[in-house]
């Protein structure tokens, strides 16, 4: 089955730098990748994602950049604010499969 | 969201007692899963639903079985509850082609 490793496990930043989550994969007919912000106490929430036909998909301040060939891609969080601050998960999967593999998950800080 | 919940919120038990969780969606959607998180481990598949009455097993399905009786409600059973099982369980679905909507989890503690 697919295998999703996510990096770090951890990460603080100041308020207004950026934040970089990476995340590789060992399927390479995975070709949906999404990622998920949780919340203290809430279920994940899908905030972007990508499929293995784009490269780099945008929106607003987070954006995502996939690396097929290499089997990883990574999420971009620009001017970062304290309501950042969260669990972020990274997964994939094929798409006619409809099951995600999921990352170890990192928890962001944004400091003040 | 409404469109996904789950119950209990919480619940303690004791280990050897059967536990059952419930997830109900309003969404209609066609795929059903059930998570569980762990430190370190992130969210772990343990069963999935490609429809009614149309169950499969994922990485952690010992321990637990799945009953999908309606559409909307995917139920997740531990036949004998252990202290392994303490955990956070959610449950996912998707109409098909896009991201999963969560429900907000079931914190279950095994004593």
């Known amino acids: 089955g697919e295998n999703v490793e996510q990096h770090p496990s951890t990460l603080s930043v100041q308020e207004g730098d950026s934040a970089v989550i990476k995340c590789t994969y060992s399927d390479s007919a995975s070709n949906y990748f999404p990622w998920y912000k949780q919340e203290l106490g809430k279920g994940p929430q899908l905030i972007i994602d990508?499929?293995?036909?784009?490269g780099e998909k945008k929106d607003q301040r987070i954006a995502v950049t996939l690396n097929k060939t290499a089997k990883h891609f990574s999420l971009h969080i620009t001017e970062t604010q304290p309501e950042d601050s969260a669990v972020y998960f990274c997964a994939a999967s094929v798409s006619n499969d409809y099951k995600l593999s999921f990352g170890a998950g990192t928890t962001v800080t944004v400091r003040a | 969201d409404a469109g996904i919940t789950q119950s209990p919120r919480h619940k303690v038990t004791e280990t050897g007692t059967p536990v059952t969780l419930r997830c109900h969606q309003t969404e209609n959607h066609r795929y059903m899963y059930w998570y569980r998180q762990d430190p370190g481990h992130g969210l772990r598949l343990i069963h999935y639903?490609?429809?009614?009455?149309?169950?499969d097993k994922g990485e952690v399905s010992d321990g637990y079985s799945v009953s999908r009786s309606k559409t909307e409600d995917f139920l997740l059973t531990l036949e004998s509850a252990t202290s392994s099982q303490t955990s956070v369980y959610f449950c996912?679905?998707?109409?098909?082609?896009?991201?999963?909507?969560f429900g907000s989890g079931t914190r279950l503690t095994v004593v």
């Open positions: 639903s490609y429809g009614v009455k149309d169950t």
């Open positions: 990508i499929r293995s036909n784009v």
């Open positions: 996912a679905s998707t109409s098909g082609g896009l991201g999963y909507t």
